[in-house]
Protein backbone atom coordinates (compact mmCIF):
# COMPACT_ATOMS: atom_id res chain seq x y z
CA UNK A 1 0.00 0.00 0.00
CA UNK A 2 2.84 2.51 1.25
CA UNK A 3 4.73 1.84 -2.71
CA UNK A 4 1.39 2.71 -4.22
CA UNK A 5 1.19 5.96 -2.50
CA UNK A 6 4.83 6.78 -3.53
CA UNK A 7 4.01 5.82 -7.22
CA UNK A 8 0.96 8.04 -7.20
CA UNK A 9 2.53 10.99 -5.74
CA UNK A 10 5.64 10.50 -8.18
CA UNK A 11 3.15 10.41 -11.23
CA UNK A 12 1.24 13.77 -9.91
CA UNK A 13 5.09 15.72 -9.01
CA UNK A 14 6.26 14.70 -12.63
CA UNK A 15 2.65 15.55 -13.95
CA UNK A 16 3.12 19.18 -12.22
CA UNK A 17 6.31 19.78 -12.84
CA UNK A 18 5.60 19.07 -16.60
CA UNK A 19 3.04 21.04 -16.42
CA UNK A 20 5.23 24.22 -15.10
CA UNK A 21 7.84 23.14 -17.61
CA UNK A 22 5.27 23.94 -20.38
CA UNK A 23 3.86 27.43 -18.98
CA UNK A 24 7.09 28.50 -18.54
CA UNK A 25 8.17 28.02 -22.34
CA UNK A 26 4.84 29.44 -23.31
CA UNK A 27 5.58 32.51 -21.40
CA UNK A 28 8.89 32.40 -23.33
CA UNK A 29 11.14 35.18 -22.30
CA UNK A 30 10.25 35.71 -18.57
CA UNK A 31 9.93 31.90 -18.40
CA UNK A 32 13.29 31.13 -18.68
CA UNK A 33 14.27 32.38 -15.51
CA UNK A 34 11.67 30.18 -13.96
CA UNK A 35 13.14 27.19 -16.09
CA UNK A 36 16.42 27.94 -14.52
CA UNK A 37 15.61 28.35 -11.39
CA UNK A 38 14.18 24.68 -11.58
CA UNK A 39 17.10 22.95 -13.17
CA UNK A 40 18.89 24.78 -9.93
CA UNK A 41 16.43 23.08 -7.59
CA UNK A 42 16.71 19.55 -9.91
CA UNK A 43 20.80 19.69 -9.75
CA UNK A 44 20.39 20.04 -6.08
CA UNK A 45 18.17 17.49 -4.94
CA UNK A 46 20.33 15.21 -7.31
CA UNK A 47 23.38 15.70 -5.21
CA UNK A 48 21.23 15.31 -1.96
CA UNK A 49 20.16 12.02 -3.00
CA UNK A 50 24.01 11.02 -4.57
CA UNK A 51 25.66 12.22 -0.94
CA UNK A 52 23.04 9.94 1.05
CA UNK A 53 23.30 7.13 -1.38
CA UNK A 54 27.58 7.23 -0.86
CA UNK A 55 27.42 8.15 3.22
CA UNK A 56 28.10 4.93 5.08
CA UNK A 57 27.81 6.58 8.48
CA UNK A 58 24.36 7.18 8.31
CA UNK A 59 23.21 3.19 6.49
CA UNK A 60 25.26 2.31 9.60
CA UNK A 61 23.24 4.04 12.13
CA UNK A 62 19.80 3.28 10.67
CA UNK A 63 20.74 -0.21 10.49
CA UNK A 64 23.21 -1.00 13.87
CA UNK A 65 21.64 1.81 16.35
CA UNK A 66 18.19 1.05 18.32
CA UNK A 67 16.00 3.73 18.43
Known amino acids: MEK ?3 VLLLIVALCWLLAMFVGMV ?4 MGLIGLVGIAGIGLLFIKVIRERLKNKEDD ?3 KNIDK
Open 4 to 6: IAY
Open 26 to 29: AAFP
Open 60 to 62: YYS
